[in-house]
């Protein structure tokens, strides 16, 4: 089974707001506000991570 990107990302954010909200919920808004920056650091750590991969190799030999 293939699941389509937009679904994907859908899930994601779906998973991020809906556990902010219940650790906000359940443990109080202090709580809530460490969940979002942890997510934050989560999501730019990946973001960081998936543009150095899609870098195209650069060769170092000059074509000349």
Same mark, same amino acid.
């Given at each position: 089974m293939?699941?389509? #990107?937009s679904t994907?990302?859908f /899930? *994601?954010?779906?998973?991020? *707001?809906? +556990?902010?909200?219940?650790?906000?919920l359940? /443990?109080?808004?202090?709580?809530g506000?460490?969940?979002?920056l942890?997510?934050?650091?989560? *999501?730019?750590?990946?973001l960081?991570?998936k +543009?150095?991969?899609?870098?195209p #190799? #650069?060769?170092? +030999?000059?074509?000349s």
């Open positions: 293939v699941i389509q #990107r994907l990302e /899930l *994601l954010v779906t998973l991020i *707001l809906g +556990s902010i909200m219940v650790t906000t359940y /443990l109080g808004h202090g709580a506000v460490l969940a979002f942890i997510w934050g650091v989560v *999501l730019a750590i990946y960081k991570r +543009s150095k991969v899609t870098e #190799r #650069r060769e170092d +030999s000059d074509p």
